[in-house]
């Protein structure tokens, strides 16, 4: 595999165990609003897609004052009524450590808010391995390329040296749109399957198998 100078992560499902939590919490939310509470796979197939438009899909609704009350009964319950741990996935931190030792640029395209970024690296202490980053406050919401376009004019990258890592469609829908490289990973909340629709390079089913992809000589 070729040595990338820039690889590209997603957050949620990728580099974070937090699938479960963002489910509980969509849950919550809608009990909050007193609307149809979603199963887990319903909740699940919409991790990735930015706050606000990821609600209005799960909820099938353009109703702003239901959205907006929506997003704050979310955002409430992640904050305070959740108390799930997001642990970073096994093996996560030393691969970053081994890529940054390795000289890659390494950034992040999420979904999640600024602050909620934010405030995950600093929990986890892990916002230094990154060059630069796009969340949901600064771009378009996946599945368009704005994010990834973003960093790759921030760091002078050509596409073709640069590498998207996700484990969702939508990270895979990105990169392909434009051409960039990329690994789904199964671990996260989207099925295999679905991933290999977008041709990645591979899917892989572990940290330990992506950072052997990623860094094959160590």
């Known amino acids: 595999m070729k040595s990338y100078k820039l690889i590209i992560f997603d957050w949620d499902g990728t580099l974070m165990d937090s699938a479960a939590k963002i489910v ?7 009990k909050s609003c ?6 887990a796979q ?3 197939d919409i991790i990735g897609i930015s706050l606000r438009p990821a609600i209005q899909k799960l909820f099938a609704t353009d109703d702003e004052g239901l959205t907006d009350r929506l997003v704050a009964a979310y955002k409430k319950a992640y904050l305070q009524q959740d108390v799930k741990p997001c642990p ?3 093996g996560a931190i030393a691969m970053l450590q081994a890529l940054k030792d390795d000289k890659r640029q390494l ?4 979904g999640k808010a600024r602050r909620g970024l934010n405030r995950v690296w600093q929990h986890t202490g892990t916002g230094d391995f990154f060059t630069t980053s ?3 406050d600064e771009a378009e919401s996946k599945p368009s390329s704005d994010m990834l376009l973003q960093i790759l004019q921030e760091t002078g990258v050509d596409v073709t040296d640069a590498l998207m890592v ?14 960039m490289d990329r690994i789904g990973v199964s671990y996260g909340v989207h099925a295999q399957v679905h991933l290999e629709n977008h041709a990645p390079l591979a899917v892989v089913h572990s940290v330990g198998e992506l950072q052997s992809m990623l860094l094959p000589h160590y």
Not at 24 to 30: D, G, K
């Open 107 to 110: 950034a992040v395209a999420t």
């Open 24 to 30: 509980s919490c969509m849950q919550l939310a809608a």
């Open 42 to 44: 319903q909740a699940s």
């Open 88 to 90: 970073m996935f096994t």
């Open 134 to 136: 796009r969340t949901a």
């Open 166 to 179: 996700g484990d969702t469609t939508y990270d895979m829908q990105m990169a392909q749109a434009i051409g």
């Open 34 to 39: 007193d609307v149809a509470v979603p199963s």
